[in-house]
Every structure is written in structure tokens, then in C-alpha cells.
């Protein structure tokens, strides 16, 4: 049996003379203002309580600035939202989202992002645009509000951010929704769109000629739902109105085609059903309007329903030709009513029926006229935010260049480099002070971690939190995607497939590296330094051996003792730091290179948590250079370039990983027997947002001497950014660590100087050749590693081969 029911939820209308009209109503409703409440945003996870639901609140932020997923939780973190409810229905024609600029230490945003809504809660429907698209485009960057006009417009109290994510991107979102309450009495009357399953009341009314539509791009009858009598034998389309509660209703209002030209005319009768309790009430309306035979102009017909009390509504529309195409339904009431006892007894027996074939609201040519305006509007403030956006941007610069980047700058620096006294500062009794500080402490610290030791190394521990100004960006230099460390073990996840990459213990890895080593088999030796994490102590380990692969040749094995450097976790350790203590773990079980530090064993099945390296006798290599000039004087040049050709071999490995160091710099290599140089410290290639909170919480350091002027600027984080930290990196070896790379340099010099690379206008201060360079080395690599155009810096591989020529 052919018979079709259109069930529609509609939502309702009252008998006021205002209409909401969607281009008034977008007053924001109050994530910013805080109308809404916290306890009303919530989310479908979030990476810690500093970036919960309730941070999600545009232009405020809160806590580490946004909400942020834990897109860790959910592979590709496709079905994280935020959501927010409005405690009651509203008509919402317009959002805004942001990303987490946190005073610029954020820079994560949703690029892309997808919204549902619900009115009760339970049933959900994906908002998608007039084509179809559900995808909204949404951020370009941290701090810029982007507003997404809803078209159509949604009618919910609950409604849903979904940022659309692949998994190497970091996303936080803060939101705003712009719309007015949907109120009993706000409005006369509104129209429901057919095109779509759910209502929609778009106010879009179908042109005269069905062919035509308001829309501009759209296919031909886009603005109508139509029926053809032939799939309807009974002779009827049947569509059944749901609604809010129970109301009475006054009159519907039916935009409708009359081109009976073309086969298309309005219905020639309706009749309809009135259900409000648990049947449908007897005394069904019926009504028929008078046809039209004359104009085809389209028309609203407006059933009077007499103050039938209804929840649901169900209307018959008879065809009185082969087609019949609406555009819009609309429904009238009165106040609210919600004793649903009335008897059919009450209702009117013949209701006035009115046949409104004039009855345009709206005059089509006006609505384009205004909608014409409203886009030229648009554009305009569009042009005005761009080159706002120019001039702030152009200022900051400008800002950043005043105060040192003059022209001397050059000269003044190579001067001074010159006259550069030796000076040891990790021994300096103000080895610790800003300026010397290896690290530049662009916030204060907090307890989170305990204040590292200063005297073997000026805030070397702070390698590990000196997180990045932002988000990590997608691809390298080559375009290729890289990896942070969350990246790099679902890379090697994908391999073994064991690996839970949010939730790093219990180590159930085939990794033998990741194998739980007796603690009592260790005996401390003595303490080697101390990390962001805690203590790194010499120890023996007994019976070791057994627990190496055969390709591990480490460390001094005297019968069943091995020397081993072991990392500790301090025991006050927050949650976060233990978290990225088990991800350094983690990233370092899968490396496997003669030049990256090996880890052997792990002690993790009860705290303290230990991780167990080889020990690489002759410590950090900042430390070596050091140390080896004030005992015996410089090291041959060969010496110096075969060192850094190994750094560069580690990291010719790590990238063809894809796998992003981020602190690359003599204090993060170590060096052991034969001046055997392994790379070490990959505490800061994790995840960037999660060491974004460290810095928010207070222990931002950044080894801005080390890094390219895009990871600075941009938060920018790629091989190329490796490559520009390998050139300062290779600048040390060079000059012994004798200086800090720029030491004349305050800090914000040094951000003004990346003010300039990124002008490059040639007042962009370079470090200067150092004295044992070749000058073809200094020419043809060192700069080349700092090249502003970071596809045009060499990659690891060409810096590999060239360094093993220079060896010759
Ligand atoms: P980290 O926490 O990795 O920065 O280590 C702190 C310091 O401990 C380093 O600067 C080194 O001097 C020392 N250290 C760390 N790991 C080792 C190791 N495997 N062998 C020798 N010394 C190490």
C-alpha cells in the first residue's frame, strides 16, 4: 500500500505580531557574557581540568585558554564535542568559534568543525547548509573570531561543536552562539521548511516559478518539497506535525506553488487531525481553498484551526494536479496551553476558513535586494578586519624591530663577538640569571616541577617544558606530515598494534626495552644531573645484561655489572609530568639509531618511576666542549665535525621518522666513549599542547636561540625547524659552547631578530662564523640551515653527507 507520512517536529509559534527575524535576532547568548552557565558547558572529554568544558567560552577562555579534547582518548577524535545547553529552546542563527590563544601561548584551533543539535537531549540532528555541507570552516588561527551565519537557522536548546580533526592536530575550541530565545509569544508565526527531515524555519519562501530559487547555486525547485500525485494513490500526502507541548492553535500558514502551467497547483482540499492527549480528537478541520485558475503567482494559504488544542497535528493535503509543491509551513497559536482535558465538544464545528492567495509576507525582489546588501556588508567588513588585521600584525612587528634591530645591529654584534671573553658560565655563579640562562624563563615557574639544579648547566632541565609557542603543524619542510611523540608511537602502534598511545602504562609492549628491570639490582653510584623530571644517578645494575637485545653493546660490563645512567620521576611529580615521564618512555623504546641514547629497562611497576638509559660517560656535550677546552685546549676541527655529523646522522634517522626533536642543542646530546655522540632529551617532542600546559601553569621556558624564527613566530614545528636548531647546534660545536648562541643578544632582542627573518629585509642578525669554520661550511651550511624559506634548508640527509666530506 502506496501511502507516504511526513513526519515533521515542529516547533511552534505564537500570536504576536513580531516575527523573529534572523537577521536581528543574533544577540550572543552568553558564553562570553556568562548567562550560561558552567555547569551547562560540557564536553565529551577534555585533556585536563584546565581545559574543561567551561573554558570553551569565546574572547574568555579561562583556565589554559579553550577546551581541548583528549583526542587521544578517540582515534581521530571524531566524535568530540563541546556542547552547550541553552535550558531552553532558542532560534540560534549564528556561531562563532576561536581557538586557544591563551596570551599567546596557544595556538591550537579547529580548522574545520561540524555542529549538532538537539532539542531534548536525545535526539540529535547534524546542522548541514542549504548544499548539504555539514562541515563548517572554522579557524585559521588561535586568536581570530570566526563567524559561521547558520543557514538555515536551528531551533534547540542543546547544541554541539564538533571539530573535525585528523589525528595529528591538536584542536581547542571557544565558542559562542548568537540567536534569541524562542519564547511563547515572540513571534506570530514561523515556517517550516519541507526540505529538510527535521524543521527548519528558514523564512526562505519559494519564487513563483518553482524553477527559480532565492538560493543562489542551488538546483531548480530547491526552494519547494514537492509530491507527485502518482506515487500518492490515496490521493493525499499526509504530514504529521509534532510539536513542543501542547498548544491551541489558531491558523496554518502554507507557502505554496501555482503553476499549473506546469502541473503544479495548490492542494485542493485539507483536512486536519488534532491529537492532544492519546487519540486523535474527532471533528477533524477541513478546508478548501478556492482555486486559482488565473494566477500562478505562489501564495500562502492560511487554514484557520480554530483554537484546537493539539501536540500533534496531522494534515491531509489533497492534489488538485499532478504535482503539489510547498515551500513553508507555518504555524499560529495562542499561549501555551497545557491542560490537555479540552473535549472536541469545545472546538468549533465550522471553523472560518480564509483563503489567503495574496497573502505574500514577503516581497521576493526586497529580500534579494536585502540580502544583496547584507553580502555587500559582509565583504566589506571582511576588506576592514583584513587590513585591521595587516596593520596589528605590521605593529607588532614594527614593535619588535624598535628597540634593537637597527641598523648597527650587524656590526655592533660582530664587534662584540670579537671582544667575547671566555667565560664558562654553567660554572658562573650567575650561570642561573636570565641572560645566561640557556633557557629563556618567558614565565614564571611554578611548583609543578621542582626548580632544576643550576650549576652543571644553566636551566638545562627545562629543555623538557620549554614547550612551543603553539600547536604542532602537519607537515615538514618536504610537506610530508611529521610526528610529535603521540604521532610516533600510533606510528608504531600501527606496527605491533599493542599499544594504547593515550594510556602508557601498564607496558604490555613486546618492546624489550620497555621490560620492568628489579630495582634492587640497581646500586647508585652517583648523581649525574638533574632533569625536568628529577635526578639522573650512575648506577650498577646487576644482571642487566640479560635484559639487552643482542644488538646493544652499552656500557662497561665488569662480570654481571653494567653501568647505567637512571632517570628518576620525583616523587611529588603532578600528573602531568608523570604523563609525559611514561610518553618520553614511550618514544624512546621505539628508537633505535647508534646516535640516539638507547633505553634499556624501565622501573614502572611501582613508583618511583625509573627509566634506565645507557650511561654515556662523558655527559652532555655542552658540558664536554666545555669542559675539554679548559683542560687540554680545542679539539681538532676533524673531532668537532665528526661529532656533528653524528647529530646529524640521529637526526637524519629521527626524520625518516617524521619524528620533530624540537630542542635540538649541545645540552641535549651526550656523549660517550670515543667521543660517540647519542642525541638525547625527547621530553619536549611531546605532544605541543600538553607541554603548552606546563607553560601555562607556569614553567614556559623556550630555547628561543635554538629556534627558527616560524616556530617562534608561527609555533611552527617541523624538520626544517630541526634543521635551523642543527645549524645553531653545530654553531657550538664549533665555537666549544664557549657562548650562548647570540649572547649579546638579550631576549628580546632575539624575538626581534626573528622579527626581522621573518621581514627579511636584510637586517636579520646572524650568528657569525666561528672562528675554526671553513668558510664554505659556514656558507654552504650553517646559513643554509637558517635559510628564512624553510623548504630551502637542506635536509638531514644532504647536512649528513656533507659533513662526512668535510671529515676528509
Ligand atoms: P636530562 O634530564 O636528560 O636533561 O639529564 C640531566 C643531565 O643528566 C644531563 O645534562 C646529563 O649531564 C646527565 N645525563 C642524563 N642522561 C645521561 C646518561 N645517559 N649518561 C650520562 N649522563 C646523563
Redesign the pocket.
Known amino acids: 500500500m502506496e501511502f507516504k507520512v511526513i513526519r515533521l517536529f515542529v516547533l511552534l509559534a505564537a500570536t504576536v505580531k513580531a516575527q523573529v527575524n534572523p537577521e536581528v535576532c543574533r544577540y550572543p547568548l552568553g558564553m562570553t557574557g556568562g548567562q550560561i552557565q558552567d555547569e551547562d558547558i560540557s564536553a565529551s572529554s577534555y585533556w585536563s581540568e584546565s581545559t574543561a568544558a567551561k573554558f570553551g567560552r569565546l574572547d574568555i577562555g579561562g583556565g589554559d585558554g579553550a577546551w581541548c579534547p583528549d583526542i587521544m582518548s578517540e582515534p581521530h577524535g571524531l566524535k568530540e564535542y563541546l556542547q552547550v545547553d541553552l535550558r531552553s529552546l532558542h532560534f540560534i542563527t549564528l556561531v562563532g568559534t576561536q581557538g586557544r590563544h591563551a596570551d599567546g601561548m596557544g595556538n591550537e584551533f579547529a580548522q574545520k568543525y561540524r555542529i549538532k543539535y538537539s532539542r531534548d537531549g536525545s535526539n540529535w540532528v547534524s546542522w548541514q547548509d542549504r548544499k548539504g555541507q555539514q562541515v563548517i570552516e572554522g579557524n585559521r588561527n588561535a586568536y581570530d573570531v570566526v563567524l559561521k551565519d547558520l543557514e538555515p537557522p536551528i531551533i534547540a536548546r542543546y547544541v554541539r561543536f564538533m571539530p573535525v580533526t585528523d589525528h595529528s592536530m591538536i584542536v581547542c575550541m571557544r565558542v559562542e552562539l548568537y540567536g534569541c530565545e524562542w519564547l511563547d509569544g515572540l513571534v506570530s508565526y514561523r515556517f517550516v521548511s519541507f526540505f529538510s527531515s527535521d524543521d527548519l524555519t528558514d523564512g526562505t519562501w519559494g519564487l513563483d516559478d518553482f524553477l527559480h530559487s532565492q538560493i543562489y547555486g542551488v538546483w531548480p525547485g530547491y526552494d519547494y518539497v514537492g509530491w507527485s500525485n502518482r506515487t500518492f494513490p490515496k490521493g493525499y500526502v499526509e504530514m504529521i506535525f509534532d510539536f513542543d507541548h501542547v498548544r491551541n492553535f489558531t491558523s496554518m500558514k502554507v507557502h505554496t506553488s501555482n503553476m499549473f502551467s506546469r502541473g503544479v497547483r495548490v492542494f485542493r482540499q485539507v483536512t486536519c487531525f488534532f491529537w492532544s492527549d492519546s487519540e486523535w480528537e474527532p471533528g477533524p478541520i477541513t478546508f478548501r481553498p478556492t482555486p486559482d485558475r488565473v494566477s500562478q503567482r505562489a501564495r500562502f494559504v492560511t487554514v484557520t484551526l480554530g483554537d484546537r488544542t493539539a501536540k500533534t497535528i496531522k494534515c491531509r493535503f489533497h492534489f488538485s494536479d499532478v504535482w503539489m509543491l510547498f515551500s513553508e509551513v507555518a504555524f499560529q497559536s495562542g499561549s501555551a496551553v497545557y491542560n490537555t482535558s479540552m473535549g472536541p465538544g469545545k472546538h468549533p464545528k465550522n471553523p472560518l476558513t480564509v483563503d489567503d492567495p495574496t497573502h505574500k509576507v514577503d516581497d521576493s525582489n526586497t529580500r534579494i535586494l536585502i540580502g544583496c546588501l547584507v553580502a555587500v556588508i559582509a565583504i566589506l567588513s571582511a576588506i576592514i578586519v583584513i587590513m585591521l588585521w595587516r596593520q596589528v600584525w605590521q605593529k607588532m612587528l614594527e614593535k619588535a624591530s624598535r628597540r634593537l634591530l637597527d641598523d648597527d645591529l650587524t656590526a655592533r654584534l660582530a664587534i662584540q663577538n670579537r671582544a667575547f671573553a671566555f667565560r664558562h658560565s654553567s660554572l658562573s655563579s650567575d650561570s642561573g640569571s636570565t641572560s645566561n640562562s640557556t633557557y629563556e624563563r618567558i614565565y614564571p615557574l611554578c611548583a609543578d616541577y621542582q626548580e632544576p639544579s643550576r650549576l652543571?648547566?644553566k636551566l638545562?632541565?627545562f629543555?623538557h617544558s620549554a614547550e612551543n609557542l603553539s600547536k604542532p603543524h602537519t607537515s615538514g619542510s618536504d610537506g610530508a606530515p611529521h610526528y610529535a611523540e603521540a604521532d610516533i608511537i600510533s606510528l608504531q602502534e600501527s606496527s605491533d598494534g599493542s599499544i594504547a598511545a593515550a594510556n602508557m602504562t601498564p607496558f604490555t609492549g613486546t618492546d624489550s626495552s620497555l621490560r620492568e628491570f628489579p630495582r634492587e639490582k640497581l646500586s647508585f653510584k652517583e648523581k649525574?644531573?638533574?632533569?625536568?623530571?628529577g635526578e639522573?644517578h650512575l648506577c650498577e645494575a646487576e644482571g642487566m645484561q640479560d635484559f639487552l637485545d643482542e644488538d646493544l653493546s652499552v656500557g662497561e660490563i665488569s662480570e654481571s655489572l653494567l653501568l647505567v645512567?637512571v632517570?628518576t620521576l620525583r616523587e611529588d611529580a603532578n600528573k602531568n609530568a608523570r604523563n609525559d615521564f611514561l610518553k618520553e618512555i614511550r618514544i624512546m623504546s621505539r628508537l633505535r639509531d647508534p646516535n640516539i641514547?638507547r633505553l634499556l629497562a624501565v622501573c614502572v611497576d611501582t613508583d618511583p618511576l625509573w627509566m634506565i638509559?645507557?650511561?654515556?660517560e662523558n655527559?652532555?656535550l655542552n658540558?664536554f666542549l666545555t669542559k675539554i677546552f679548559f683542560l687540554f685546549g680545542a679539539l681538532s676541527y676533524t673531532k668537532l665535525i665528526s661529532m656533528a655529523a653524528q647529530i646529524a646522522s640521529g637526526m637524519k634517522y629521527l626524520s625518516s621518522l617524521n619524528f620533530v626533536h624540537r630542542d635540538l642543542a649541545t645540552?641535549n646530546c651526550?656523549v660517550g666513549k670515543n667521543y660517540t655522540i647519542r642525541i638525547?632529551?625527547f621530553g619536549m617532542s611531546r605532544n605541543l599542547y600538553k607541554g603548552d600546559y606546563y607553560r601555562i601553569q607556569g614553567r614556559a621556558v623556550l630555547p628561543i636561540r635554538w629556534m627558527s624564527w616560524e616556530s617562534i613566530l608561527l609555533g611552527k614545528f617541523t624538520m626544517a625547524s630541526d634543521v635551523w636548531a642543527f645549524g645553531v647546534t653545530l654553531w657550538e660545536i664549533l665555537t666549544l659552547c664557549k657562548e650562548q648562541p647570540y649572547s649579546q643578544l638579550s631576549d628580546e632582542q632575539v624575538i626581534e631578530n626573528t622579527g626581522e627573518f621573518f621581514r627579511d629585509k636584510g637586517k636579520q642578525v646572524y650568528l657569525p662564523k666561528p672562528p675554526c669554520c671553513p668558510d664554505s661550511v659556514y656558507n654552504d651550511l650553517m646559513l643554509s640551515c637558517w635559510r628564512r624559506n624553510a623548504k630551502q634548508r637542506p635536509s638531514f640527509q644532504e647536512i649528513h653527507a656533507q659533513l662526512l666530506l668535510q671529515q676528509f
Open positions: 652543571i648547566r638545562p632541565e629543555a649525574l644531573g638533574e632533569g625536568q623530571f639522573v645512567a632517570k641514547v638509559t645507557e650511561y654515556m655527559g652532555d658540558q645540552r651526550l638525547a632529551d
